[in-house]
Nanobody, 121 residues
Framework: VQLQASGGGSVQAGGSLRLSCAVSGLTFSSYFAGWFRQAPGKEREFVGAINKSGVGTYYADSVNGRFTISGDRAKNTVYLQMNFLKPEDTAVYYC???????????????WGHGTEVTVSS
């Protein structure tokens, strides 16, 4: 199983970025996909997740209304659209997959390498 996150970069506050997470070794309907982030000196935190059907989504309060998670079954890829970015969104973003049930914790079964997002004021 591999998860490959991409799409990070530098953007000014108020801007947008779209992260992608390409999944291989799992079928699209077999996992919940989550996005997490870790800012310098802070613990890794939950950002959001999408359920196995690719329709239901969950978000942390800090990003709700600004970030949107979606999935492409044909490409087995999950996206994190980030709008109205703030400097406090600066972090390394990770995608992860869990097989059994939705979780906001770090107990996901598979993790990808992170992609860095920097938001300047």
């Amino acid at each position: 199983v591999q998860l490959q996150a991409s799409g990070g970069g530098s953007v000014q506050a108020g801007g947008s970025l779209r992260l992608s997470c390409a999944v291989s070794g799992l079928t699209f309907s077999s996992y919940f996909a989550g996005w997490f982030r870790q800012a310098p000196g802070k613990e890794r935190e939950f950002v959001g997740a999408i359920n196995k059907s690719g329709v239901g989504t969950y978000y942390a309060d800090s990003v709700n209304g600004r970030f949107t998670i979606s999935g492409d079954r044909a490409k087995n890829t999950v996206y994190l659209q980030m709008n109205f970015l703030k400097p406090e969104d600066t972090a390394v973003y990770y995608c992860a997959a869990i097989l059994r049930a939705f979780s906001r914790g770090l107990d996901y079964d598979y993790w990808g390498h992170g992609t860095e997002v920097t938001v300047s004021s």
